[in-house]
């Protein structure tokens, strides 16, 4: 049996964060995988090795349309045996939004999903990369492979998933349309693995707006998740949020699993 345990977090900026105690972070946490959304960096800036490190080898995947934007990096004390980066999809693939690491015992997609804020055409693009994700997800399930789906997916499932949600039903990240996608998620027999242990916990969040200071308060959204499908329900040793870990305006969150 191999125990494994998986860190995901936004990290808004990896130049950013890299001066805000980074790898003391993850010296401390000691994942065999990090996830990382929103690197802010482009190819020119990753092939210098920022992430270089003794023990995580970096596997990422930037925008290819503008500098400083969007971006994914999977770290990890495992040599992938093949990654890739997106799905093979042109419209999707130029944001530097999925890269997706493949191992013996599992196959992780690492995803930035798109943010609806920007006006109704950003929500449209937004609910087309759900449903390409979906379908993508599970050609992978169909073809056998073990998948964990980690990133900040900018929507908050339910009621308690955020601070305030009656002042935030026409706000994208809570929007009917995106939450649908979510349930959509579920109906697919796929597991949130945070809920799976903690179903009616409150006042647990991931991200917080810093204009307002939000995080002093705990006024905040709970859109960084974990998914894993039913099947490796058995796997699945614990979930976790740590909101005590600075550095982002979202914190990490993480799982350990089984094989």
Request: glycine share 6%; proline share 4%.
């Amino acid at each position: 049996m191999s125990k494994y345990k998986l860190i995901c977090w936004n990290v808004n900026g990896i130049r950013a964060v890299l001066k805000k105690n980074f790898w003391e972070i993850v010296h401390d946490l000691n994942p065999d995988l990090i996830a990382l959304q929103e690197t802010k960096a482009d190819d020119s800036i990753m092939a210098q090795n920022i992430l270089q490190h003794e023990h995580y080898k970096a596997y990422w995947h930037s925008c290819s349309l503008k500098k400083g934007y969007s971006g994914v990096a999977t770290l990890s004390k495992i040599e992938a045996k093949e990654y890739l980066q997106g799905f093979n999809l042109p419209q999707f693939d130029a944001e530097g939004r999925v890269i997706i690491t493949k191992f013996d015992d599992f196959t992780l997609l690492n995803i930035y999903f798109p943010n609806g804020g920007q006006g109704s055409h950003r929500v449209e693009y937004k609910i087309n990369f759900y449903n390409a994700c979906l379908e993508y997800m599970e050609k992978l399930r169909k073809a056998g492979e073990k998948i964990i789906v980690c990133g900040d997916y900018n929507t908050a499932h339910t009621e308690i998933d955020l601070h305030d949600p009656k002042n935030n039903e026409k706000t994208s990240g809570f929007l009917p349309i995106e939450r649908a996608w979510l349930d959509k998620l579920i109906e697919y027999n796929y597991i949130d693995t945070f809920r799976y242990f903690n179903p009616n916990q409150k006042d647990v969040y991931t991200w917080w707006d810093m204009k307002t200071r939000a995080r002093e308060r705990n006024r905040g959204w709970r859109i960084d998740y974990f998914f894993i499908p039913a099947e490796l329900k058995p796997n699945l040793k614990t979930a976790f949020v740590l909101p005590e870990v600075l550095g982002s305006d979202h914190c990490p969150i993480g799982i350990e699993i089984e094989f």
